[in-house]
Nanobody
Framework: QARLAESGGGSVQAGGSLRLSCAVS???????MGWFREAPGKERVQVAR???????KYGDFVKSRFTITADKAKNVLYLQMNSLQPDDTAMYYC????????????????????WGQGTQVTVSS
């Protein structure tokens, strides 16, 4: 059973940066991994995803502020977040599909079978 564990959340002021990490028990040959976020009263939405071929895709609201990377040697998924704004305040989750590379269907939370427990990001104005 794969295990995912996020870390790196915290409180920052608007314009600040954070780097989230997701420790993965092991990467498979083919995978699609993503970061999602969920704000109070809102649905869980995808922030970014990356696959075993290093193909990445971002939500429109990211606007080049975030970067997703995967360190296969260390089994860690990262999300570098710059120029944070109060609207970025949410619980952030990493998620994985260890069966295939990312496809056009990997957009919803239900497309990913493994999840971490989440890490809180709070951005103050």
């Amino acid at each position: 059973q794969a295990r995912l564990a996020e870390s790196g959340g915290g409180s920052v002021q608007a314009g600040g940066s954070l780097r989230l990490s997701c420790a993965v028990s092991s990467f498979t040959m083919h995978y699609c991994m993503g970061w999602f976020r969920e704000a109070p009263g809102k649905e869980r939405v995808q922030v970014a995803r990356i696959d075993s071929d290093d193909n990445s895709k971002y939500g429109d609201f990211v606007k080049s502020r975030f970067t997703i990377t995967a360190d296969k040697a260390k089994n860690v998924l990262y999300l570098q977040m710059n120029s944070l704004q109060p609207d970025d305040t949410a619980m952030y989750y990493c998620a994985a599909d260890f069966v295939s590379r990312c496809g056009t269907w990997h957009t919803e939370a239900s497309d990913f079978g493994f999840w971490g427990q989440g890490t809180q990001v709070t951005v103050s104005s």
